[in-house]
């Protein structure tokens, strides 16, 4: 990653971040969404402010989350738990920009429905052997 500050790069910051985050804070647990999903927030009661590398929206008395700024730009995110906290409009809002990373559907499968039988191939050592 190009973006290096006191010769760490983002992808450190992220790693250093998900790490300390399965242990003990999963509360800032990072979720990307396209930067357009700030666009409904342009007009009416709401304020979008932002620095180089950070924003808010806000709607007084109601919501408030902050929310990071890449800067590959067209992207933003947030921690899990503060989307969470969003009022259910809010929150659905966010989710249909959420940007999804590459799964493994067949484990997502296994992970909700545990001791099921999938047949997902024969075993084999994942490093050499093919």
Known sequence: MSDVRGGLTGDMFLGALMKRAVVERRDIIPVWFEEKVLEKYR??????????????????GVFSLDFGIPGEGGVIHASLEAVARLPEKERSHFLDHLIVLPLS????????APGSCFDDGDSRPYFGGE
Not at 43 to 57: D, F, I, K, M, W
């Open 105 to 112: 559907v067949p484990f997502l499968q296994m992970q909700f």
């Open 43 to 60: 007009e009416g009661p709401y304020q979008v402010v932002r620095t180089n590398s950070a924003g808010r929206l806000k709607l007084e």
